[in-house]
């Protein structure tokens, strides 16, 4: 028996239809650094984005070929994740801090025809551009010089050029929810980066889970402010979550530094906020130190991408008022696959457990974990496995086919280690890849680190496995230290005892200024794993 | 270009496999009257589901049959709910309120194969069963006689026989989500019932969008209470939206008197309601005569059927400090389609204003008004005409193809009369079979209502279209006074008059006792205009 139900499709071309005629009113706030912006009613928007695919028409883009960007967070990089789709084509965002082969393997593999990118980071695009196969324009956006990116053989137009008198109406096409929207490369910390394929659907699905209270609630009284960059993940969807919303939106461009994060947030007030830890932890620093900034305009602060440690979600909610929410998901999963609230009715303590996981599945999304052999483990607080998901925003393949073992089994295999408890929270204790195995048995590199962490003296910790003669592998602590403060491995030792069990306490350790991080800003354990293994580092060991 | 994402469906199973497993411990209360009441973990609903799908298919459901209820709001009505969608069937939820002959009329219609009921309305099911076509059994729900259903040649068994000793787990099918999960008929103001026939896909939209800030925000620290009944457009998606969020239920079963929904209201302290301005009414009459009644649990209160009376919504915030938020929608709409939730930033006399309309669409839902050609009319605020609304959870056809003419231009006809202003906001100020029509003018009998429900002493007010000599049609004000009160015509023409344009005001007046009413609590203007035209009022005119 069918349904009556009429057949409407769940596209971006709705969520823009949407922003603009019930709210047209709501604002996109770019930064211009110096404490300078611009503002965009969502009304303007949609006449930019009739204008930009009108122009991408006239550069020769049909059908479903791909239009990249090589951009920050800012309001073209938003017409371009509303036109693109809208018009049937595919957004795909290239990540700025890849290097030039990867780009160039991403956008030639992808096909990209034209890449949308911003005068500002002309310099990292330009070596991009000779290795490019299928690129034939270049829309430079901004004023700056056109130079570095003319001399590749292709067409360089001016975004401002390109869209100057062209219609402010499109007649969106009716589209299959089921194709494809936009594209995006996972980061290719293992092999070689694989494509991801959003489609009108999953990404309608992801926006209005994002919407939901369990997720983030975003509805027409917030503003919003991806920090975490709009080339990864797609800004973890909050852009198309605060259109379908009507939220006001507010976009840092390049301007990520803590200082310049501290004065948007006083000034244009955004009430939620998404960013990886480290730089809430450079915001939370900065804070320390220059007190007088004002974030109590914040609701709610979403973070993930590595695991968030406890003492920082304290120091935000104990001192600031600010509640920081830790999520889970990547690339493949749109992102946002589980949420870190805590169910009513615990108690703190309970709550703040809760809250340092990694969450539970948003409605949509099925989460569990298998063994070697692929098979279903107990959801009971103890058992360690490989996280599997499914849900209709989480991808079944990567393009081409690569990779195809990940999905063997209808599931996609994360790649992360962890456990679920009862109630279904997960906690992460590792990337299988980082996962130590010391004596046959598993320490988790994460737990260790979430620790060290919060000692007063430490600012940044990564612990990775490296190779032992008795034990097969054991834990090197790599960390930095707070300007000014001391602390011996002895001490660190000490701080950990009642915290881990006495075999997972590290007997290498090494300080250093930095921790290297892959283009996305997490922890780059395989470098670090060879930069110990080229005897790069000066490493102390301690037995007690 | 298909995207990579996996093709799950959207399933009322999706939603129950969540509910059970992420939100086990969340909790459904069913009222038993005398302050009594029993609870029922999820994860018991979910093992009382599984054995009343074993149930159904053990009294011979198979395919897509229809499952029929006869129930008022409790956990059992919940059951089938989830079993019939999940294994597969059609959730038929029968209107106990309407004519034994319509009844049985809607249970032929749709071939209802099983009826589960509530024995507390088997005096009014009984005079039903001799008329059915297609029914072969009856499970009966309670303790109460079963003898008044015995004599139509059905099967009838308890409820709890019927699941006895079934297995608490049921391997639920892979469902196309476009299939049939529930049917409702509209209540049959105008000719026939219709049927509306929703999918699966629908019904987890809807609870999405329910879940969602700018609809209801229903989250897993939410308490919900459902009065509007569950036999009617699926008591507005509440129960859905509920389990999909991890939200307590509390159900009033049958005891819907102001005191004991006060009672309910005050134990179990529920954070979100939703029910007809009528009830809402009644609750308000009874806690202004018995101060002492603790409502303050309520963040939300929807409201919707027929339209809220601002002065209702003013006292409910003002002196109880709980926010009604109206909403509107049809059967036809799963239903809610627009909510009226102010846009921020505006005055408080203009939030009142937009909470006093019917709000605006709900991301998915597209709204319009057209003339009587068809054609699409401004959105200014000023121009009148009939809604027609689009969308994933709006009906596209009824079943067996009734009333065509309704879907005629691909969006449904809502037989609602209004306006739009630029933001969106709908105002309804007719069914369109109510306006009236007057020197070929409209005057809205919605707002003519609407302000002498404000009149300190009108406790109800009803306005409908009468023949008229020289104008074609004039309005007849039919209102019921508080107790005790006494206002003349005169009066309240006085009181209207700086309200509403000079011709508007009503010349006939009568005070009656109640306003006769339809199966779901709206004002029942069919047979108001027929007791009229039978001379059973007695008319004062009166002209100044």
Same mark, same amino acid.
């Given at each position: 028996?069918?349904?009556?139900?009429?057949?409407?499709?769940? !596209?971006?071309?709705?969520?823009?239809? #949407?922003?603009?005629?019930?709210?047209?009113?709501?604002?996109?706030?770019?930064?211009?650094?110096?404490?300078?912006?611009?503002?965009?009613?969502?009304?303007?928007?949609?006449?930019?984005?009739?204008?930009?695919?009108?122009?991408?028409?006239?550069? &020769?883009?049909?059908?479903?070929?791909?239009?990249?960007?090589?951009?920050?967070?800012? @309001?073209?990089?938003?017409?371009?994740?509303?036109?693109?789709?809208?018009?049937?084509?595919?957004?795909?965002?290239?990540?700025?801090?890849?290097?030039?082969?990867?780009?160039?393997?991403?956008?030639?593999?992808?096909?990209?025809?034209?890449?949308?990118?911003?005068?500002?980071?002309?310099?990292?695009?330009?070596?991009?551009?000779?290795?490019?196969?299928?690129?034939?324009?270049?829309?430079?956006?901004?004023? +700056?010089?056109? !130079?570095?990116?003319?001399?590749?053989?292709?067409?360089?137009?001016?975004?401002?050029?390109?869209?100057?008198?062209?219609?402010?109406?499109?007649?969106?096409?009716?589209?299959?929810?089921?194709?494809a929207?936009a594209m995006c490369y996972t980061?290719?910390?293992?092999?070689?980066p694989k494509g991801v394929v959003y489609?009108?659907?999953s990404?309608?699905?992801?926006?209005?889970?994002?919407?939901?209270?369990?997720?983030?609630?975003?509805?027409?009284?917030?503003?919003?402010?991806?920090?975490?960059?709009?080339?990864?993940a797609n800004?973890?969807?909050?852009?198309?979550?605060?259109?379908?919303?009507?939220?006001?939106?507010?976009?840092?461009?390049?301007?990520?530094?803590?200082?310049?994060?501290?004065?948007?947030? +006083?000034?244009?007030?955004?009430?939620?906020?998404?960013?990886?830890?480290?730089?809430?932890?450079?915001?939370?620093?900065?804070?320390?130190?220059?007190? +007088?900034?004002?974030?109590?305009?914040?609701?709610?602060?979403?973070?993930?991408?590595?695991?968030?440690?406890?003492?920082?979600?304290?120091?935000?909610?104990?001192?600031?008022?600010?509640?920081?929410?830790?999520?889970?998901?990547m690339t493949e999963t749109s992102p946002?696959? !589980?949420?870190?609230?805590?169910?009513? +009715?615990?108690?703190?303590?309970?709550?703040?457990?809760?809250?340092?996981?990694?969450?539970?599945?948003?409605?949509?999304?099925? @989460?569990?974990?298998?063994?070697?052999?692929?098979?279903?483990?107990?959801?009971?607080?103890?058992?360690? &496995?490989?996280?599997?998901?499914?849900?209709?925003?989480v991808t079944g393949s990567y393009y081409?086919?690569r990779?195809?073992?990940?999905?063997?089994?209808?599931?996609l295999?994360?790649?992360?280690?962890?456990?679920?408890?009862?109630?279904?929270?997960?906690?992460?204790?590792?990337?299988?890849?980082?996962?130590?195995?010391?004596?046959?048995?598993?320490?988790?590199?994460?737990?260790?680190?979430?620790?060290?962490?919060?000692?007063?003296? @430490?600012?940044?910790?990564?612990?990775?496995?490296?190779?032992?003669?008795?034990?097969?592998?054991?834990?090197?602590?790599?960390?930095?230290? #707070?300007?000014?403060?001391?602390?011996?491995?002895?001490?660190?030792?000490?701080?950990? !005892?009642?915290?881990?069990?006495?075999?997972?306490?590290?007997?290498?350790?090494?300080?250093?200024?930095?921790?290297?991080?892959?283009?996305?800003?997490?922890?780059?354990?395989?470098?670090?794993?060879?930069?110990?293994?080229?005897?790069?580092?000066?490493?102390?060991?301690?037995?007690?």
């Amino acid at each position: 028996m069918r349904s009556t139900m009429q057949d409407v499709p769940l !596209t971006v071309t709705s969520i823009l239809r #949407h922003a603009v005629t019930v709210n047209g009113d709501r604002t996109v706030t770019t930064a211009l650094g110096d404490g300078r912006y611009r503002s965009t009613s969502y009304r303007e928007l949609g006449e930019q984005v009739a204008r930009l695919a009108h122009a991408l028409r006239g550069v &020769g883009i049909t059908g479903d070929q791909r239009v990249g960007t090589f951009m920050w967070n800012n @309001v073209e990089h938003l017409a371009v994740y509303l036109a693109a789709p809208a018009m049937g084509a595919v957004l795909h965002t290239l990540n700025i801090r890849l290097s030039p082969e990867q780009i160039a393997y991403i956008a030639n593999e992808a096909e990209d025809q034209v890449i949308v990118a911003d005068l500002s980071l002309a310099a990292q695009l330009a070596p991009v551009l000779p290795m490019l196969t299928t690129v034939h324009t270049i829309l430079a956006v901004g004023d +700056g010089d056109l !130079t570095p990116l003319q001399n590749a053989g292709m067409m360089v137009i001016r975004y401002d050029d390109a869209l100057g008198g062209r219609p402010p109406e499109y007649d969106w096409p009716v589209l299959d929810e089921n194709t494809a929207a936009a594209m995006c490369y996972t980061s290719g910390t293992t092999g070689n980066p694989k494509g991801v394929v959003y489609s009108h659907r999953s990404t309608y699905l992801h926006s209005m889970s994002t919407c939901t209270t369990n997720v983030l609630g975003i509805g027409v009284e917030d503003s919003v402010l991806p920090i975490v960059p709009m080339f990864h993940a797609n800004a973890w969807g909050l852009p198309y979550a605060a259109l379908m919303a009507g939220a006001d939106l507010v976009l840092p461009d390049r301007f990520m530094d803590a200082p310049s994060l501290l004065n948007l947030i +006083g000034t244009h007030r955004p009430t939620v906020a998404g960013a990886v830890p480290t730089i809430w932890n450079d915001v939370l620093n900065h804070l320390e130190r220059h007190p +007088g900034h004002d974030i109590s305009s914040l609701r709610l602060v979403a973070c993930g991408g590595s695991a968030v440690p406890r003492s920082m979600m304290e120091v935000f909610q104990n001192r600031y008022g600010v509640r920081i929410q830790q999520a889970w998901g990547m690339t493949e999963t749109s992102p946002v696959a !589980t949420v870190a609230a805590p169910v009513p +009715g615990v108690s703190d303590e309970t709550a703040w457990t809760l809250r340092a996981s990694q969450g539970r599945a948003a409605c949509g999304v099925e @989460v569990r974990i298998v063994d070697d052999e692929g098979l279903p483990l107990p959801h009971d607080g103890k058992a360690v &496995g490989e996280v599997e998901v499914r849900g209709p925003w989480v991808t079944g393949s990567y393009y081409l086919g690569r990779d195809e073992a990940k999905f063997a089994s209808g599931w996609l295999r994360t790649g992360d280690v962890g456990r679920i408890d009862p109630l279904g929270y997960v906690t992460l204790t590792d990337r299988a890849k980082d996962v130590i195995k010391s004596g046959g048995e598993w320490i988790s590199s994460v737990e260790l680190e979430n620790h060290l962490i919060a000692h007063p003296a @430490v600012l940044e910790a990564s612990v990775v496995g490296v190779p032992d003669d008795r034990w097969q592998e054991r834990p090197l602590a790599v960390v930095v230290l #707070h300007d000014g403060h001391q602390v011996s491995p002895q001490q660190l030792r000490e701080f950990l !005892t009642d915290k881990v069990v006495r075999w997972w306490l590290p007997e290498r350790w090494t300080f250093v200024d930095q921790v290297p991080r892959t283009s996305v800003g997490k922890y780059d354990k395989k470098t670090i794993r060879a930069r110990h293994a080229d005897g790069e580092y000066d490493v102390v060991e301690y037995r007690d």
